[in-house]
């Protein structure tokens, strides 16, 4: 028996041949797709896993989180209730005398409100407790700050400060020394 050996070119052509017939264009680009179709799927698969992951880690910070304020909510209620009966306690020991202090002491809002009527009847209670400086408001500025400072002796530079505009006590100090008021009766004012 005589075999005749395929020529390299022949042998080419039969490969080539039966590439065509088992795996031809089509199909080779359908493996093709296949195979990179299953590349996504996997990568995607793995992709949505660690997400869920991250989801889950982060469910479980927030639940963490939710407790924890739920505890500084509960120490905030504490400490609320605790200054509530601390207020209460000092109302009830302290506030007799604080009334009993005042009942016949004007608020300071009263004596600016005479002393505007009775020698500055061209400027309002807005404007002195303003923060315009025209000379004719300045001066009656200084004035019921100086009546206020002699009709509530109760009352600290930076009480009185506060009922003019929430100044500070160094306007209080200059309109009083403005005023010519002697300096020893603002031992115990601060």
Known sequence: MNMH???A????ASVKALKQK??????????ANAIHSDELATKRAFELDQKDKEIEALKAAMVSKDLEIVKLQREVEEKNLAIMCQAQLMADRFGPL???????RPHPREIITRVLGSSYPGVSYEEVTGS???????DARHACIAAVFI???DMSYSMIAQEFGHRDHTTVLRAIRKMGLARPSNEGRS
């Open 132 to 138: 315009r400086k025209m000379q004719r408001i300045v």
């Open 151 to 153: 009709e509530r002796p």
């Open 9 to 12: 070119a022949e042998q080419a």
């Open 5 to 7: 050996q395929p020529t």
């Open 22 to 31: 088992f795996f031809g264009p089509a199909k080779i680009v359908n493996m």
């Open 98 to 104: 604080i009334q009993k202090r005042n009942v016949d």
